[in-house]
């Protein structure tokens, strides 16, 4: 049974860090993009980052540049969320999905962060970001 677990949400202050994982069964995680979504209250989801299938390649929105970033630990079958720097607009319930059709993330762009690329989701995470 093909299954994502998200793990490590919680709360933290402004400033701060969190490491989200997804853990990942069923399938070769080698074959396949995770992409990390996320999605506040009374707003739309939306993709933060994702890590492709091929050579590792990533891309991040513009709004978590430079404080996120992807990794994959295939022998371990979990891809991770390092989330620097927090805002109190990250706040939100954070998912992982998979997907086999996006390999280069960062020559696909902005088209590996749509939701609709992806066929597999986890139940959700919540990170909230308050003093």
């Known amino acids: 049974q093909v299954q994502l677990v998200e793990s490590g949400g919680g709360l933290v202050q402004p400033g701060g860090s969190l490491r989200l994982s997804c853990a990942t069964s069923g399938f070769s995680l080698d074959d396949y993009a995770i992409g990390w979504f996320r999605q506040a209250p009374g707003k739309e989801r939306e993709g933060v980052i994702c890590i492709g299938s091929e050579d590792d390649s990533t891309y991040s929105a513009e709004s978590v540049k430079g404080r996120f970033t992807i990794s994959r630990d295939n022998a371990l079958n979990t891809v991770y969320l390092q989330m620097n720097n927090l805002k109190p607009e990250d706040t939100a319930v954070y998912y992982c999905?998979?997907?086999?059709?996006?390999?280069?993330?960062?020559?696909?762009?902005?088209?590996?962060?749509?939701?609709?690329?992806?066929?597999?989701w986890g139940q959700g995470t919540q990170v909230t970001v308050s003093s």
């Open positions: 999905a998979a997907s086999n059709r996006i390999t280069d993330a960062q020559a696909m762009g902005v088209i590996s962060l749509v939701s609709g690329w992806y066929d597999v």
